[in-house]
């Protein structure tokens, strides 16, 4: 069964801080690896894909790290601002279909000052 | 702003109701979808178009009625909803099905 688990749902961190989410997938055939930041009232953007072959990828001050082997990501947060509140998805692609993205439930990330 | 928009942001609408959801996308992709969002659930895909052809109807209730003029345009017709229904209905484009998707900001839904 082809299903994405995040851990943890939420997340209270101090304004400057690092933290890291995680994310396990089973997603056959796999594709890549997609990170999404929502704000709330907003839709998803994306942050990161990492196909198979990438171990890592950063934007900003967002890494993703990816090993294929485990079936398992993780988004690290480095220096994290007020802006950074939202919710991180997970999302797992196969490699064919129309119905190809497998979504998490997300990590709620609360930055407080 | 991705370059998807979402008319209207909110809704409220009786059981009887009929209302449209309407998304435009300004990026030239050729793939467009609808999505539910509820809380602490993951997305759910509705409906996927592919240069203006359904490619994937998920399991859908037929009161939602989906309709792509053309590959900038996509709607959701909504008729007589239950208020489990109430969510957020959010519509994405891609350049092609295994691209990234840009999201709209979508549709806050309360059925009463």
């Known amino acids: 069964k082809n299903q994405v688990e995040q851990s943890p749902q939420s997340l209270i961190i101090l304004e400057g801080k690092n933290c890291t989410l995680q994310?396990?997938?089973?997603?056959?055939?796999?594709?890549?690896l997609r990170w999404y930041k929502q704000d709330t009232g907003r839709g998803p953007v994306s942050l990161t894909i990492m196909t198979f072959s990438e171990n890592t990828k950063s934007n900003g001050r967002y890494t993703a790290t990816l090993d294929a082997d485990t079936k398992q990501s993780s988004l690290h947060i480095t220096a994290s601002q007020l802006s950074d509140s939202a919710s991180y998805i997970c999302v797992g692609c196969l490699q064919t279909g129309a119905n190809n993205l497998f979504f998490g439930t997300g990590t709620r990330l609360t930055v407080i000052p | 702003e991705t370059g998807v928009t979402q008319t209207p942001r909110h809704l409220v609408m009786g059981m009887t109701n009929k209302k449209s959801l309407k998304c435009e996308q300004h990026?030239?992709?050729?793939?467009m979808y609808w999505y539910k969002q509820s809380a602490k659930k993951p997305l759910e895909l509705m409906f996927v178009y592919n240069f203006k052809e359904q490619t994937e109807n998920n399991s859908v209730p037929s009161r939602f009625s989906p309709e792509c003029p053309n590959s900038s345009h996509l709607f959701l017709h909504l008729h007589t909803l239950q208020p489990e229904d109430s969510a957020l209905y959010l519509c994405?484009?891609?350049?092609?099905?295994?691209?990234?998707?840009?999201f709209g900001p979508g549709t806050r839904l309360l059925v009463l």
């Open positions: 994310c396990n997938y089973t997603v056959s055939p796999f594709s890549n």
């Open positions: 990026l030239g992709h050729n793939a």
């Open positions: 994405a484009s891609s350049q092609g099905l295994q691209e990234t998707q840009y």
